[in-house]
T-cell receptor, first 115, second 114 residues
Protein backbone atom coordinates (compact mmCIF):
# COMPACT_ATOMS: atom_id res chain seq x y z
CA UNK A 1 0.00 0.00 0.00
CA UNK A 2 1.00 3.62 -0.50
CA UNK A 3 3.06 5.41 2.13
CA UNK A 4 1.50 8.74 3.02
CA UNK A 5 3.31 11.56 4.83
CA UNK A 6 1.47 14.49 6.34
CA UNK A 7 3.01 17.72 7.58
CA UNK A 8 2.78 19.15 10.13
CA UNK A 9 1.88 16.32 12.48
CA UNK A 10 0.42 18.81 14.94
CA UNK A 11 0.15 22.54 15.43
CA UNK A 12 -1.31 25.11 17.79
CA UNK A 13 -2.60 28.20 16.03
CA UNK A 14 -4.16 31.51 16.88
CA UNK A 15 -7.73 32.21 15.85
CA UNK A 16 -8.06 34.14 12.62
CA UNK A 17 -4.93 32.65 11.09
CA UNK A 18 -4.64 30.01 8.36
CA UNK A 19 -2.66 26.79 8.17
CA UNK A 20 -1.71 24.71 5.16
CA UNK A 21 -1.40 20.95 5.61
CA UNK A 22 0.66 18.96 3.16
CA UNK A 23 0.10 15.37 2.03
CA UNK A 24 2.82 13.53 0.11
CA UNK A 25 2.41 10.03 -1.32
CA UNK A 26 5.25 7.76 -2.39
CA UNK A 27 3.47 6.67 -5.57
CA UNK A 28 1.15 8.21 -8.13
CA UNK A 29 -2.48 7.99 -7.10
CA UNK A 30 -5.66 8.94 -8.86
CA UNK A 31 -7.72 10.24 -6.00
CA UNK A 32 -6.80 11.96 -2.76
CA UNK A 33 -9.21 12.76 0.02
CA UNK A 34 -9.27 15.09 2.99
CA UNK A 35 -11.17 14.18 6.16
CA UNK A 36 -11.86 15.93 9.44
CA UNK A 37 -12.10 14.08 12.74
CA UNK A 38 -13.49 16.32 15.45
CA UNK A 39 -12.73 15.42 19.08
CA UNK A 40 -14.42 12.17 20.04
CA UNK A 41 -16.10 11.89 16.64
CA UNK A 42 -15.76 9.80 13.52
CA UNK A 43 -14.30 10.89 10.22
CA UNK A 44 -16.14 13.24 7.90
CA UNK A 45 -15.10 13.71 4.30
CA UNK A 46 -14.26 17.33 3.49
CA UNK A 47 -13.43 17.01 -0.20
CA UNK A 48 -12.03 14.86 -2.97
CA UNK A 49 -9.00 16.12 -4.88
CA UNK A 50 -8.19 14.91 -8.38
CA UNK A 51 -5.15 16.14 -10.23
CA UNK A 52 -5.95 18.69 -12.89
CA UNK A 53 -9.43 19.59 -11.70
CA UNK A 54 -11.15 21.52 -8.97
CA UNK A 55 -11.71 19.70 -5.71
CA UNK A 56 -15.19 18.38 -5.02
CA UNK A 57 -16.52 19.47 -1.63
CA UNK A 58 -19.03 17.65 0.55
CA UNK A 59 -22.10 19.30 1.97
CA UNK A 60 -21.16 21.69 4.75
CA UNK A 61 -17.65 22.40 3.47
CA UNK A 62 -16.75 25.27 1.14
CA UNK A 63 -13.71 26.19 -0.88
CA UNK A 64 -13.24 29.56 0.79
CA UNK A 65 -12.79 27.88 4.17
CA UNK A 66 -10.87 24.79 3.00
CA UNK A 67 -9.01 25.56 -0.24
CA UNK A 68 -7.29 22.51 -1.71
CA UNK A 69 -4.51 22.15 -4.23
CA UNK A 70 -3.56 19.04 -6.22
CA UNK A 71 -0.64 20.05 -8.43
CA UNK A 72 0.46 16.50 -9.33
CA UNK A 73 -0.32 12.82 -8.76
CA UNK A 74 1.70 12.54 -5.52
CA UNK A 75 0.90 15.71 -3.60
CA UNK A 76 -1.98 17.74 -2.20
CA UNK A 77 -2.50 20.52 0.30
CA UNK A 78 -5.45 21.52 2.45
CA UNK A 79 -5.63 25.00 3.94
CA UNK A 80 -7.79 25.71 6.96
CA UNK A 81 -8.60 29.41 6.65
CA UNK A 82 -9.53 32.03 9.22
CA UNK A 83 -9.43 29.44 11.99
CA UNK A 84 -11.68 29.43 15.03
CA UNK A 85 -11.68 27.06 18.03
CA UNK A 86 -14.36 24.98 16.27
CA UNK A 87 -11.73 24.02 13.69
CA UNK A 88 -9.73 22.15 16.33
CA UNK A 89 -9.66 18.65 14.88
CA UNK A 90 -7.51 15.99 13.34
CA UNK A 91 -7.23 16.44 9.58
CA UNK A 92 -6.39 13.31 7.62
CA UNK A 93 -5.32 12.75 4.07
CA UNK A 94 -6.14 9.47 2.33
CA UNK A 95 -5.53 8.01 -1.09
CA UNK A 96 -7.24 5.53 -3.33
CA UNK A 97 -5.68 4.20 -6.50
CA UNK A 98 -7.44 2.28 -9.20
CA UNK A 99 -11.13 1.53 -9.26
CA UNK A 100 -13.76 1.83 -6.59
CA UNK A 101 -13.01 -1.45 -4.88
CA UNK A 102 -9.65 -0.31 -3.61
CA UNK A 103 -9.61 0.61 0.07
CA UNK A 104 -8.43 4.01 1.13
CA UNK A 105 -5.13 4.33 2.95
CA UNK A 106 -4.59 7.11 5.46
CA UNK A 107 -1.79 9.32 6.64
CA UNK A 108 -1.10 9.83 10.33
CA UNK A 109 -3.08 13.05 10.39
CA UNK A 110 -2.50 16.61 11.52
CA UNK A 111 -3.65 17.44 15.04
CA UNK A 112 -4.73 21.05 15.04
CA UNK A 113 -5.62 23.12 18.10
CA UNK A 114 -6.92 26.67 17.82
CA UNK A 115 -6.52 29.04 20.76
CA UNK B 1 -27.76 6.96 1.26
CA UNK B 2 -25.66 4.79 3.53
CA UNK B 3 -25.19 4.81 7.27
CA UNK B 4 -23.07 2.81 9.71
CA UNK B 5 -23.91 2.07 13.32
CA UNK B 6 -21.34 0.84 15.78
CA UNK B 7 -23.40 -0.32 18.68
CA UNK B 8 -20.78 0.01 21.40
CA UNK B 9 -18.83 3.22 21.94
CA UNK B 10 -16.51 1.53 24.45
CA UNK B 11 -15.58 -2.10 25.04
CA UNK B 12 -13.41 -3.01 28.03
CA UNK B 13 -11.96 -6.50 28.03
CA UNK B 14 -9.26 -8.44 29.84
CA UNK B 15 -6.13 -9.59 28.08
CA UNK B 16 -6.43 -12.99 26.32
CA UNK B 17 -10.24 -12.79 26.35
CA UNK B 18 -12.22 -12.90 23.10
CA UNK B 19 -13.81 -9.74 21.77
CA UNK B 20 -16.51 -8.81 19.28
CA UNK B 21 -17.02 -5.28 18.01
CA UNK B 22 -20.39 -4.84 16.40
CA UNK B 23 -21.17 -3.00 13.18
CA UNK B 24 -24.46 -2.68 11.34
CA UNK B 25 -25.05 -0.76 8.17
CA UNK B 26 -27.91 0.56 6.11
CA UNK B 27 -27.80 0.89 2.35
CA UNK B 28 -30.14 0.66 -0.61
CA UNK B 29 -27.29 -0.58 -2.83
CA UNK B 30 -24.58 -3.19 -2.49
CA UNK B 31 -21.58 -2.05 -0.52
CA UNK B 32 -17.98 -2.84 0.24
CA UNK B 33 -17.18 -3.11 3.94
CA UNK B 34 -14.06 -2.18 5.89
CA UNK B 35 -12.65 -2.12 9.38
CA UNK B 36 -9.95 0.40 10.29
CA UNK B 37 -7.96 0.75 13.51
CA UNK B 38 -6.62 4.00 14.95
CA UNK B 39 -3.90 3.73 17.57
CA UNK B 40 -3.33 6.74 19.83
CA UNK B 41 -1.86 9.70 17.95
CA UNK B 42 -1.84 7.84 14.66
CA UNK B 43 -3.88 7.76 11.48
CA UNK B 44 -6.16 4.95 10.36
CA UNK B 45 -4.81 1.56 9.39
CA UNK B 46 -6.83 -0.89 7.32
CA UNK B 47 -7.57 -4.07 9.29
CA UNK B 48 -9.61 -5.95 6.72
CA UNK B 49 -12.07 -5.55 3.89
CA UNK B 50 -14.99 -7.37 2.35
CA UNK B 51 -15.42 -6.92 -1.38
CA UNK B 52 -17.01 -10.20 -2.51
CA UNK B 53 -16.72 -13.95 -2.13
CA UNK B 54 -16.36 -15.68 1.23
CA UNK B 55 -18.28 -13.89 3.93
CA UNK B 56 -15.59 -14.62 6.53
CA UNK B 57 -12.72 -12.22 6.06
CA UNK B 58 -9.38 -12.47 7.81
CA UNK B 59 -7.28 -9.39 8.44
CA UNK B 60 -4.09 -8.33 10.13
CA UNK B 61 -3.21 -8.82 13.80
CA UNK B 62 -5.46 -11.90 14.14
CA UNK B 63 -8.73 -10.08 13.51
CA UNK B 64 -11.54 -11.43 11.38
CA UNK B 65 -15.00 -10.25 10.41
CA UNK B 66 -18.09 -11.89 9.01
CA UNK B 67 -20.40 -10.27 6.51
CA UNK B 68 -24.05 -11.11 7.12
CA UNK B 69 -26.18 -9.73 4.33
CA UNK B 70 -29.54 -10.64 5.86
CA UNK B 71 -28.68 -8.88 9.11
CA UNK B 72 -26.68 -6.14 7.37
CA UNK B 73 -23.87 -6.67 9.82
CA UNK B 74 -20.08 -6.87 9.66
CA UNK B 75 -18.93 -7.68 13.19
CA UNK B 76 -15.23 -7.75 14.02
CA UNK B 77 -13.83 -10.53 16.21
CA UNK B 78 -10.59 -11.66 17.77
CA UNK B 79 -10.34 -14.86 19.82
CA UNK B 80 -7.67 -13.56 22.21
CA UNK B 81 -6.76 -9.89 22.59
CA UNK B 82 -3.49 -8.32 23.66
CA UNK B 83 -2.75 -5.10 25.49
CA UNK B 84 -1.43 -3.76 22.18
CA UNK B 85 -4.91 -4.07 20.65
CA UNK B 86 -6.05 -1.11 22.72
CA UNK B 87 -7.19 1.39 20.09
CA UNK B 88 -10.25 2.82 18.42
CA UNK B 89 -11.88 0.73 15.71
CA UNK B 90 -13.95 2.16 12.87
CA UNK B 91 -16.34 0.30 10.60
CA UNK B 92 -16.88 1.85 7.16
CA UNK B 93 -18.88 1.16 4.01
CA UNK B 94 -18.55 2.26 0.43
CA UNK B 95 -21.18 1.81 -2.30
CA UNK B 96 -20.01 -0.60 -4.98
CA UNK B 97 -18.70 1.17 -8.03
CA UNK B 98 -18.24 4.48 -6.27
CA UNK B 99 -14.96 6.18 -5.65
CA UNK B 100 -14.18 7.99 -2.46
CA UNK B 101 -17.57 7.64 -0.89
CA UNK B 102 -16.44 6.07 2.39
CA UNK B 103 -18.93 6.37 5.26
CA UNK B 104 -17.64 5.74 8.76
CA UNK B 105 -19.29 4.66 11.96
CA UNK B 106 -18.63 6.60 15.14
CA UNK B 107 -15.99 4.18 16.34
CA UNK B 108 -15.55 1.74 19.22
CA UNK B 109 -12.81 2.25 21.79
CA UNK B 110 -11.36 -1.10 22.79
CA UNK B 111 -9.53 -1.10 26.11
CA UNK B 112 -7.60 -4.24 26.94
CA UNK B 113 -6.73 -4.58 30.61
CA UNK B 114 -4.08 -6.87 32.11
Amino acid sequence: SAVISQKPSRDICQRGTSLTIQCQVDSQVTMMFWYRQQPGQSLTLIATANQGSEATYESGFVIDKFPISRPNLTFSTLTVSNMSPEDSSIYLCSVESGTGNQPQHFGDGTRLSIL
Amino acid sequence: AQSVTQLDSQVPVFEEAPVELRCNYSSSVSVYLFWYVQYPNQGLQLLLKYLSGSTLVKGINGFEAEFNKSQTSFHLRKPSVHISDTAEYFCAVSPRGSQGNLIFGKGTKLSVKP
